[in-house]
């Protein structure tokens, strides 16, 4: 088992910057990987960013390359999200999500059901 929690979020001006981190219960060096997922009212769960703890590999959706950096410290069993340039489209519930074991039929942004454990969230709002 393991326990996510995000902390970080807020509302901020378009353009602006927030950082968003995710403390785990037990290390994350054993897991396969983490990543950062959002959520709007009405809409399925998307992913924003992951990383694969061997080797450190990270991807990003579309929406976000260029603009946010995923990253991990597996010394702090932490795992964080670097959102700049911020748009109002980026407001949403943001999730830490992580999972231990590779199942198969994988892709490099795995949808939301590929992960086991999820945190509570936390409400990034940009205004415009």
């Known amino acids: 088992q393991m326990q996510l929690t995000e902390s970080g979020g807020g509302s901020v001006q378009a353009g602006g910057s927030l950082t968003l981190s995710c403390s785990a219960s037990?290390?994350?060096?054993?897991?396969?990987?983490m990543g950062w997922f959002r959520q709007v009212p009405g809409k399925e769960r998307e992913g924003v960013a992951v990383?694969?703890?061997?080797?450190?590999?990270?991807y990003y959706a579309d929406s976000v390359k260029g603009r946010f950096t995923i990253s991990q410290d597996n010394a702090k069993n932490s795992l964080y999200l670097q959102m700049n340039s911020l748009k109002p489209e980026d407001t949403a519930m943001y999730y830490c999500?992580?999972?231990?074991?590779?199942?198969?039929?994988?892709?490099?942004?795995?949808?939301?059901?590929?992960?086991?454990?999820w945190g509570q969230g936390t409400q990034v709002t940009v205004s415009s």
């Open positions: 999500a992580a999972v231990d074991e590779y199942s198969g039929d994988w892709t490099e942004l795995p949808p939301y059901y590929k992960y086991k454990y």
């Open positions: 037990r290390d994350t060096y054993s897991t396969f990987s």
């Open positions: 990383i694969y703890t061997v080797g450190g590999s990270t």
